[in-house]
Each structure stands twice: as structure tokens, then as C-alpha cells.
């Protein structure tokens, strides 16, 4: 564990010169979306792309590095395991995805913003670990520099897909505020279950890889 411990304050350490970047960011963010689309479908919409650009952000800053100063190469030399460090890593986004979500609510009591529900938090957590889940051990398999024009383009898409989700939403005039409890806790469930078979796999692949 404290093997762990000391490769997320790595993850930090790495992206100190990006944090207070990505704290404005999870400050404005919401702040932003609030006012350009106000209450359509409610917290979701504003907590999920705070978290996707929040979590993006700081991982991408770290990857370029990682990259740049061959970070993968230099950790294989120390006591850290690879298991561990890709443990560390999906920890990482769960601690990043947490901040957003005190980040929100402390603007909540601030701001007159949507209140942040269990199933906005619960959808957002599922997409955030597919779209993790699914980039992580491609960047393991592929590097860095051959993967990180995926990952740009699905972020940068976000803002043209989702006025068509708002509007998908609009039209059938569904809130999610009265979701049932069934669908909440499979948001959380199927997060858990993906970030795990993502991160087996995200060993395996780096297990396997030589520098």
C-alpha cells in the first residue's frame, strides 16, 4: 500500500506544474456550463464535463512527462513493481474524479448551480471509467505518442455531441432526478467491474512490454 501511496504523490508531483490550471478549471467549468445551458438535464451535463476535461487535463500532462523523460523506462529500474504501477495509476483518476466531486458541491453551496444527485454522479463515473478504462491500456500497449491523437479527438468531440443529447433530452422532457435506485447502483457497479478488467488488462500489456 504505501508502494502505491508513493506513486500517486508521483502522479501529482508530475502534474504540479498543471494543478493550479486544473483547479481553475474544476472551478470554472461548471460555472461556465451552468450558464450557457442552465437546468437541461440537470447536474449531469456540467459535472461530467467538468470531470472529463478536469481528468483529461491532468492526465495528459502527465503522459507528456512520462514521455518526454522516459518515466516508464527509469521506474522499471526502481522497487516499484509494474503491477503497482498501474494500479497507482486507475487510483489516480478515482482521487482526480473525487476532487470534482467536492470541487462541485463546495460551488454548489456558493453558486446557484444544479445539485449534484447520486445518478449524475454514478452515469458520470461510468463514462469517465470507460473512456479511462479503454485509453490506459491502449497507451500501454501503443505509447504515448501514438495514441494521444485518440484521446484528444473523443475529448474535443464532447462539445458537438452533446447538444444533441441535450436536445435528445429536451424533446422527451426526462430529468434525472427521479431515476430509480436499480440504475444508480449499476452506474457504480459496472464502473467498478470495467476499471477492474481495464486495469488486468493494463498489467498484462505492460507486464509484457520491453523498453
Known sequence: MKLILNLIKKEFLLAKNYLLITLATAIFIPLFVNSKIGNIGGSFIIFFITVIYTEYLLYNSISIVEHKYKGSYLLSATPFSRNTQVKAKYIFILIIFLLCFFIYNIIFMIFAIPKLNLFSTGLTLLITSIFFGLIIPIQYKFGYEKT????????????????????????????????????????????????????????????????
Open 148 to 211: 494521444k491523437y485518440i484521446s484528444a479527438t473523443l475529448i474535443f468531440l464532447t462539445p458537438f455531441l452533446l447538444p444533441k443529447f441535450l436536445q435528445n433530452i429536451a424533446s422527451k422532457n426526462y430529468t434525472f432526478k427521479n431515476s430509480e435506485q436499480v440504475y444508480i447502483l449499476l452506474f457504480y457497479l459496472l464502473s467498478i467491474i470495467f476499471l477492474y478488467f481495464s486495469a488486468i488488462i493494463s498489467i498484462y500489456i505492460y507486464s509484457k512490454k520491453d523498453f
